[in-house]
């Protein structure tokens, strides 16, 4: 999952869009990227490879002057990891645009082909986001005025969404116009508007992946950009939104509120905090009806995202609550790390069992998702090495049986470790006393409550039910063939880096 920012303001937008960066940091550790406007209509951008407090210099935050920028932090899930697929993305015709996107577009190879044979446009990287921002350049040619009105760009995002398949979630700037947002058609990835009112009495407005990033710079959240909505701010300040697809729907991620969001967020009026504490309550329900034999002493959590669903669980089940696992707070996210090997080691570096809390019990660990079962299957032997009795573990999440072709890394049904197995199966791989899942109604009544209008959830890695429609197993394997690990690993050594253009070094 990516994260990705936009203000349009009137005062200076670096440290802004940097600390908005740093609470999204969760939704994409790879690469970061912020892009601004100067006084002479210049774009300035700095992009890398790393954590937002290491591609930052203070040399680079002097040079992002403007007070319109965008931002973005990189999981990638399209083409390779390297520094010039980092985000924003630039191209220089119509009038100048930069682009930032979060999700994956499903038909990236066929518009890559397309953009170049019809429309005479190359694309210099394997990302698809590149792609994304030729189509929406493409678009906006057609129209021959200056400068463009706002309806022109929404009739451009209008024709996008007609070609574009897939999940996007984008903030863009247009030279001489201001800054656009929009959110695909079933509204798979999140997208929320917010405003600032300076005491001058003018309004700033601020677009994010999540609310959270509203609330710590003290933007008022306005409304989630709903799906295949967009959003134009002109750089006079002035705001025009428009739905911009032929038929929305909106089928929001449900891996979102499982794992990706922070809690503190609200994702199309759910908050994730609530939903979490809601899935602990359906599976405390699920243990204490189907393990009333088993013995449990007590309730620890695997830290980080699963302490909330954890804590309801005790709660449900009567039994004390303890956090048996330190966590190392230097050491980030696992699942979103590039490359299976680097992933197993970080659970140990991580992660540490609290031997007191351990030793002579039988304990009921408890995750938010098990994918790949690098993380379970290590903690269950630090739990052993740690003198537990027994071993149980419990996943908020139903067993991930399918590949994810919107934004989050799961190319290979053969990584998965549900894939094809059963309960049995995996909890004898993963070395537990007992396994149990989630169910996916349960999960889905747990998330919907606050929001009963959503019809259908992006459930796709559970059901194998793909929203958009237009993903087939050749889809699926010409995925795998691009994306699994060890074709990662490959083109990981073997990286060059492409054109860096207008990039602050
Ligand atoms: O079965 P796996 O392939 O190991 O993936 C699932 C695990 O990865 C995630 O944790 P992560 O360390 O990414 O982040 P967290 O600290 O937010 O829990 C998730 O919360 C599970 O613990
Ligand atoms: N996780 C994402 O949203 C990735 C965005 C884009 N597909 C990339 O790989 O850069
Ligand atoms: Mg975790």
């Given at each position: 999952?990516?994260g990705?920012?936009?203000?349009?303001g009137f005062?200076p937008?670096n440290?802004?869009?940097?600390?908005?960066?740093s609470?999204?940091?969760?939704?994409?550790?790879?690469?970061?990227?912020?892009?601004?406007i100067?006084?002479?209509n210049?774009?300035?951008?700095?992009?890398?490879n790393?954590?937002?407090s290491?591609?930052?210099?203070a040399?680079?935050?002097q040079?992002?002057q403007?007070t319109?920028?965008?931002?973005h932090?990189?999981y990638?899930t399209?083409g390779?990891?390297?520094?010039?697929?980092a985000q924003?993305?630039?191209?220089?015709?119509?009038?100048?645009?930069?682009?930032?996107?979060n999700?994956n577009?499903?038909?990236?190879h066929?518009?890559?082909?397309?953009?170049?044979?019809?429309?005479?446009?190359?694309?210099?990287?394997?990302?698809?986001?590149?792609?994304?921002?030729?189509?929406f350049?493409q678009?906006?040619?057609?129209?021959?005025?200056?400068?463009?009105?706002?309806?022109?760009?929404?009739?451009?995002?209008?024709?996008?969404?007609?070609?574009?398949?897939?999940?996007?979630?984008?903030?863009?700037?247009l030279?001489?116009?201001?800054?656009?947002?929009f959110r695909?058609?079933?509204?798979?990835?999140?997208?929320?508007?917010?405003?600032r009112?300076?005491p001058?009495?003018?309004?700033?407005?601020?677009?994010?992946?999540e609310?959270?990033a509203?609330?710590?710079?003290?933007?008022?959240?306005i409304r989630?950009?709903?799906?295949?909505?967009?959003?134009?701010?002109?750089?006079?300040g002035?705001?025009?939104?428009?739905?911009?697809?032929?038929?929305?729907?909106?089928?929001?991620c449900?891996?979102?509120y499982?794992?990706?969001?922070?809690?503190?967020?609200f994702i199309?009026?759910?908050s994730?905090?609530?939903a979490?504490?809601?899935m602990?309550?359906k599976?405390?329900?699920?243990?204490?009806?189907?393990?009333s034999?088993?013995?449990i002493?007590?309730?620890?959590?695997?830290?980080?995202?699963?302490?909330?669903?954890?804590l309801?669980i005790?709660r449900?089940?009567?039994?004390?609550y303890?956090?048996?696992?330190?966590?190392?707070?230097?050491v980030?996210?696992?699942?979103?790390?590039?490359g299976?090997?680097?992933?197993?080691?970080a659970?140990?570096?991580?992660?540490?069992?609290?031997?007191?809390?351990?030793?002579?019990?039988?304990?009921?660990?408890?995750?938010?998702?098990?994918?790949?079962?690098?993380?379970?299957e290590?903690?269950?032997?630090?739990?052993?090495e740690?003198?537990?009795?027994?071993?149980?573990?419990?996943s908020?999440?139903?067993?991930?049986?399918?590949?994810?072709?919107?934004?989050i890394?799961?190319?290979?049904?053969?990584e998965?470790?549900?894939?094809?197995?059963?309960?049995?199966?995996?909890?004898?791989?993963?070395?537990?006393?007992a396994?149990?899942?989630?169910?996916?109604?349960?999960?889905?009544?747990a998330?919907?409550?606050?929001?009963?209008?959503i019809?259908?959830?992006e459930c796709s890695?559970?059901?194998?039910?793909?929203?958009?429609?237009?993903?087939?197993?050749?889809y699926?394997?010409?995925?795998?063939?691009?994306?699994?690990d060890?074709?990662?690993?490959?083109?990981?050594?073997?990286?060059?880096?492409?054109?860096?253009?207008?990039?602050?070094?």
């Amino acid at each position: 999952m990516c994260g990705i920012v936009g203000i349009s303001g009137f005062l200076p937008v670096n440290q802004a869009i940097y600390d908005a960066l740093s609470v999204l940091q969760h939704r994409g550790q790879d690469a970061a990227g912020i892009c601004t406007i100067d006084q002479l209509n210049c774009f300035r951008l700095r992009k890398a490879n790393g954590l937002v407090s290491d591609v930052f210099e203070a040399r680079h935050m002097q040079r992002l002057q403007g007070t319109m920028g965008i931002g973005h932090v990189r999981y990638p899930t399209a083409g390779s990891s390297s520094a010039s697929e980092a985000q924003p993305f630039y191209v220089n015709s119509p009038y100048g645009i930069t682009l930032a996107h979060n999700g994956n577009l499903t038909n990236a190879h066929e518009l890559r082909t397309r953009l170049f044979e019809q429309g005479r446009r190359h694309i210099n990287t394997t990302s698809d986001s590149e792609v994304l921002l030729n189509v929406f350049a493409q678009e906006l040619d057609r129209f021959q005025d200056y400068p463009l009105t706002a309806d022109n760009i929404f009739t451009a995002i209008q024709c996008m969404h007609r070609q574009i398949r897939g999940a996007y979630a984008v903030v863009a700037m247009l030279i001489g116009h201001g800054m656009i947002a929009f959110r695909d058609p079933n509204g798979i990835r999140p997208l929320v508007l917010g405003k600032r009112q300076l005491p001058d009495g003018r309004t700033e407005y601020m677009v994010a992946s999540e609310s959270v990033a509203l609330d710590t710079l003290g933007f008022e959240f306005i409304r989630d950009v709903v799906a295949g909505e967009a959003v134009y701010i002109t750089e006079q300040g002035e705001l025009f939104t428009r739905q911009c697809a032929d038929a929305p729907k909106n089928n929001p991620c449900l891996f979102e509120y499982v794992y990706f969001a922070r809690p503190d967020s609200f994702i199309d009026k759910i908050s994730v905090y609530n939903a979490r504490i809601r899935m602990g309550t359906k599976l405390g329900e699920k243990i204490a009806r189907e393990w009333s034999d088993l013995d449990i002493d007590v309730v620890i959590p695997i830290p980080e995202t699963s302490t909330d669903v954890a804590l309801e669980i005790a709660r449900i089940l009567d039994k004390p609550y303890r956090q048996g696992f330190v966590k190392n707070r230097y050491v980030g996210r696992t699942f979103i790390m590039p490359g299976q090997q680097l992933r197993r080691s970080a659970v140990r570096r991580k992660l540490n069992a609290n031997r007191a809390e351990f030793r002579d019990k039988n304990v009921l660990l408890v995750d938010d998702s098990i994918v790949r079962g690098t993380t379970s299957e290590q903690i269950i032997e630090m739990a052993r090495e740690a003198g537990a009795k027994r071993v149980y573990l419990a996943s908020a999440a139903p067993e991930i049986r399918f590949p994810n072709v919107y934004g989050i890394d799961m190319p290979s049904v053969n990584e998965l470790i549900a894939h094809g197995r059963e309960v049995d199966e995996i909890c004898q791989l993963i070395k537990a006393d007992a396994l149990i899942f989630q169910d996916l109604n349960d999960l889905i009544e747990a998330v919907k409550e606050e929001n009963p209008d959503i019809a259908q959830f992006e459930c796709s890695v559970f059901n194998g039910v793909y929203v958009t429609q237009d993903v087939n197993q050749e889809y699926l394997d010409y995925l795998q063939s691009l994306r699994k690990d060890d074709v990662q690993a490959v083109a990981r050594q073997s990286e060059v880096e492409g054109l860096e253009l207008h990039n602050e070094g």
